[in-house]
């Protein structure tokens, strides 16, 4: 269990008001979801520039101290991905926090592989040596990114909606081999800065889209210095509804793309 955050815009936009000060902001995830839940092993922000990806984590929960309230303050980007960490396979460490990250590919999970240890061996079969050598820790979820990975290289001209729908299966599979009944958690966010694909496999998982400068719920401001020539849109999706917008439930079973104009287009698994 953990609760992640995606975010896209056409511009630059702060984001500290929806991981911080929002009456469901990540931060306040992390100490009880809404379920009661604490997500407090570990906490990480991608922003990016230029087509690199600019990383601050910690193994600590976001909401001791003033770290994550400190970062999400900075935040000034297009693009973001957030997440606090309920540790289910991997100790919490530096090394077992999201996001993972591989050149400009960022990805964070919220889920469960269950019968990790078995589905492992499987795993590390279809996983390129050199990709295997760079795995640092023991969670799922940075196995399922370097498998990720391979299938990118594997097949560089398909398109990574696709290479994330042939993963999944592929796990799905494997878990299926070990126990039929398993419960599979794979929600995934997975981005270059420009291009975002996720999942929605057995946790929560929710959107909003933004059409237009708005003045912020929380603060009464605008996040954006806004090019008056150009239109402003932006997707969040988040494993909980953030704030008092109509947030929209992404279908469970399903993958889903956030597109070049900022709109979110959801498929079936």
Not at 63 to 68: A, L, V
Not at 126 to 145: N, W
Not at 212 to 236: E, L, M, N, T
């Amino acid at each position: 269990m953990c609760r992640l955050y995606g975010f896209r815009a056409t511009e630059p936009t702060k984001v500290e008001c929806t991981l911080v000060h929002a009456q469901n902001a990540l931060i306040v995830q992390s100490e009880s979801d809404l379920t009661g839940l604490s997500h407090s092993h570990g906490w990480g922000v991608a922003t990016f520039e230029d087509h690199v990806p600019h990383i601050e984590r910690q193994a600590w929960a976001a909401y001791h101290g003033e770290h994550f309230r400190r970062t999400a303050a900075r935040i000034y980007s297009e693009t973001v991905v957030a997440h606090v960490r309920r540790a289910t396979v991997g100790e919490p460490s530096l090394a077992n926090t999201h996001p993972f990250s591989d050149g400009p590919w960022v990805l964070v999970h919220n889920g469960t592989v269950p019968n990790f240890e078995e589905v492992k061996r499987m795993m590390l079969a279809e996983i390129a040596p050199a990709r295997r050598a760079s795995i640092q820790g023991t969670t799922d979820s940075e196995h399922v990114f370097q498998f990720l990975r391979t299938l990118q290289e594997k097949e560089p001209d398909r398109l990574l909606l696709d290479i994330l729908r042939l993963g999944i299966d592929r796990i799905i599979r494997w878990c299926q081999e070990v126990d039929r009944s398993a419960k599979i958690g794979l929600n995934l966010i997975f981005t270059d800065g420009t291009i975002m694909v996720g999942s929605r496999l057995g946790r929560s998982l929710h959107y909003v889209e933004r059409d237009g400068i708005k003045d912020c719920q929380i603060c009464g401001f605008p996040h954006v210095h806004h090019d008056p020539h150009r239109s402003y849109q932006a997707v969040v999706v988040a494993s909980e509804p953030i704030s008092d917008e109509s947030w929209t439930e992404v279908r469970e079973q399903s993958v889903y793309e956030i597109s070049a104009n900022q709109k979110i287009e959801v498929r079936s698994l």
